[in-house]
């Protein structure tokens, strides 16, 4: 390992023993993060994200590989030095009730030698207004940006978001992007998890996609676009559609053809090349549509092409 | 009413509940547990002799009379030591005069002495000659420092202590882990020491002025004397409050649900409230009943601070169990720290 990369992880492994049976959460994932980039790991719930986060964090022990978080490694004395170093906001964090912003705050800022005053961290995740305000007394979005403030007290090299974004409304969220990209602009490194694909791809300047433990997909979310070999994506939803994936993905033009129910998506180079001939052949088989649609090929679609399935659920 | 409503949510109710086994022992099993330890333990037996104190200036036969009854444990004792002895519910009365004129001394208030009365009463009249009856001269017991209430004060603030620094530092802590506030804490650079220290002082500092204020009452409107030294008397009461949370720490340091929490320390606290000598003497106990009487931090305390209220004396005189409680804290906290489930 080279030391100079913010995060290593060879051959990680993690299996969790459930009564009788193994679960592996993490199976055998490589992955580099430089310094200086947002990565952002893609996967749906229970591919492994967050266990391997944890892992970077300290907070879960491998069951196999090698894991360095800023040229440190994890149980070897020197946790105190990593942890100094690092800013962690987990999945899910419930602060105590009936402290105001700023006492959560201040309890945080003590547990860092060094770092942020507390109305620095509350000025970068613009809740200086809610400074006297208790928990109970903020909104979602607002107690999510108050879990990343005091991620950031420690003025961290490295910082951890383990599906920060989940459940905000648009507004909450795109203030939580300010964040990370004015902390990424410091300088910082920020580890992400997400099953937003429009996140990831506004975000992050490399994305790894995991699905069932594996890392399945690396590089920038243009590059991964690109690799299915068309930027462009055409959808037509209609009836018994599936009798002609095979004839439409032998279509010139057509990189790839991926059927979902009775939606099928042609990822293309060219829409205009490839609409008339594809709308001459539903025609010849009688194929009625209920609809077509073009649009830019997205994260998405190179999970779909992956794995067959959307990132998230509900989309599927 | 919509039956099938009613139904739903009791299944939902139960199911969630069964499918948590650690809330399901401390709710079900453990009081079963008890039920059947507690059934074994207390046979039914014949009542225990109930210790009564016979001067040892009085006639031979009139504590003849009284060691013949095998209802009475009965103790030769001086003076001076007869009221300490009474004063810290050891015996449940002190026998002095003659076999023709007994004098009988106890606090009226104590449930136990009605019964010696009785029992010596009866003693005394057997050991006569025919049936006849007794003229004893009953004194009822008001000095202050051998009544009930200043054996009972000291118990009080005991048990105060016990339940602040069990109940309190328990309950939060196991919220705090549930609510994954600790594991956040966890990945921070802070030392997990510093933070249990700071959270036990946070959580402490209440208990010290809650237990002085039933200190000062019991000595202001109650009347019980503070003859030791308040130093030392201050100085337990630190120790037995740390020694408290110390236990409630240890109790909540792996526990994931409050019904485990709340299973836990009522292991602790019952046997603590039972036989740890805060409204009863536990010293009359024998056996191995006073051995784990002897081992429990509540006993000490009490002992110690009864010690220091009761009888004049220092910091040397509660040696012992400050030594006790000072170390049970520490091997508490030692071990909670360990075992710290931050996760």
Not at chain 2, 43 to 60: D, G, I, K, T, W
Request: net charge neutral; hydrophobic share 50%.
């Amino acid at each position: 390992m080279s030391g100079s990369a913010a995060i290593e992880l060879h051959g990680l492994r993690k299996v969790y023993q459930k009564r009788r049976s193994e679960v592996v959460a993490v199976d055998g994932l490589d992955l580099i993060v430089q310094r200086g980039e947002v990565f952002g790991l893609l996967g749906p719930n229970g591919a492994g994200k967050t266990t391997t986060v944890e892992i970077c964090e300290g907070l879960t022990e491998p069951t196999a590989g090698d894991v360095a978080v800023l040229g440190r490694r994890w149980r070897t004395g020197e946790d105190q030095q990593i942890r100094a170093r690092i800013g962690v906001c987990l999945q899910e964090t419930k602060f105590l009730d009936k402290q105001t912003v700023r006492e959560t705050l201040e309890l945080f800022a003590c547990c860092h030698p060094s770092g942020r005053s507390v109305d620095e961290a509350m000025a970068l995740v613009s809740l200086r207004e809610k400074a006297n305000a208790r928990q109970v007394a903020l909104s979602g979005g607002q107690r999510q940006r108050l879990a990343v403030a005091t991620a950031l007290l420690g003025e961290p090299e490295l910082l951890f978001l383990d599906e920060p974004t989940t459940g905000l409304d648009p507004q909450s969220r795109r203030q939580l992007h300010d964040v990370v990209r004015t902390f990424r602009g410091q300088g910082g490194t920020v580890l992400l998890t997400t099953h937003y694909m429009e996140e990831a791809a506004q975000l992050c300047d490399r994305i790894g996609i995991v699905d069932h433990g594996k890392l399945i997909a690396l590089g920038s979310p243009p590059e991964l676009i690109r690799s299915l070999g068309g930027d462009q994506v055409i959808e037509i939803d209609a009836a018994g559609i599936d009798a002609v994936v095979a004839a439409a993905s032998a279509l010139p033009g057509v990189q790839r053809a991926d059927l979902a129910g009775e939606r099928l998506a042609l990822t293309v180079g060219s829409v205009h090349s490839v609409v008339p001939p594809l709308l001459e052949l539903l025609a010849a088989r009688g194929i009625a549509m209920r609809g077509l649609a073009t649009r830019q090929a997205t994260l998405e679609d190179v999970f779909v092409h992956l794995t067959g399935r959307h990132l998230r659920e509900d989309k599927a | 009413m919509n039956p099938r409503v009613v139904w739903t949510v009791a299944r939902t109710t139960f199911r969630e509940f069964w499918r948590t086994p650690e809330a399901l022992f401390w709710t079900y099993g453990f009081p079963l547990l008890m039920a059947i330890v507690l059934g074994f333990a207390f046979q039914p037996a014949p009542p225990a002799p109930l210790p009564v104190a016979v001067l040892a200036e009085a006639p031979e036969d009139l504590r003849t009379a009284l060691t013949a009854s095998s209802r009475l444990a009965v103790e030769v004792v001086a003076a001076a030591a007869a009221d300490a002895a009474l004063a810290r519910g050891r015996v449940a009365m002190v026998v002095g005069g003659s076999l023709a004129e007994p004098s009988l001394r106890a606090d009226p208030t104590r449930p136990e002495a009605e019964t010696a009365r009785l029992l010596v009463e009866r003693a005394l009249r057997d050991r006569r000659d025919g049936p006849g009856t007794v003229h004893a001269r009953f004194v009822a017991e008001d000095r202050p420092g051998a009544r009930y209430i200043d054996f009972l004060i000291p118990g009080l603030v005991g048990l105060n202590l016990l339940g602040a620094g069990m109940w309190s530092i328990g309950f939060t802590l196991v919220m705090m882990r549930s609510q994954q506030l600790l594991r956040r804490l966890l990945v921070t650079p802070i030392r997990r020491s510093e933070f249990l220290l700071g959270y036990l002082a946070g959580r402490f500092v209440l208990v010290v002025p809650e237990s002085l204020a039933i200190l000062a009452f019991g000595c202001l409107v109650q009347g019980v004397p503070f003859r030791g030294s308040l130093f030392a008397g201050a100085l337990l009461v630190l120790a037995g409050g740390l020694a408290f949370a110390g236990l409630g720490l240890l109790v909540a340091s792996r526990a994931k649900t409050m019904e485990g929490v709340a299973g836990l320390m009522n292991v602790c606290q019952l046997p603590m409230w039972l036989i740890g000598g805060s409204f009863f003497a536990n010293e009359r106990f024998e056996g191995w009943l006073r051995w784990c009487a002897d081992v429990l931090p509540l006993t000490q305390f009490n002992r110690g601070l009864r010690d220091v209220m009761l009888e004049p004396g220092g910091v040397g005189a509660i040696a012992v169990p400050l030594l006790f409680l000072a170390g049970f804290a520490t091997v508490c906290f030692a071990v909670a720290l360990r075992i710290f489930r931050w996760n």
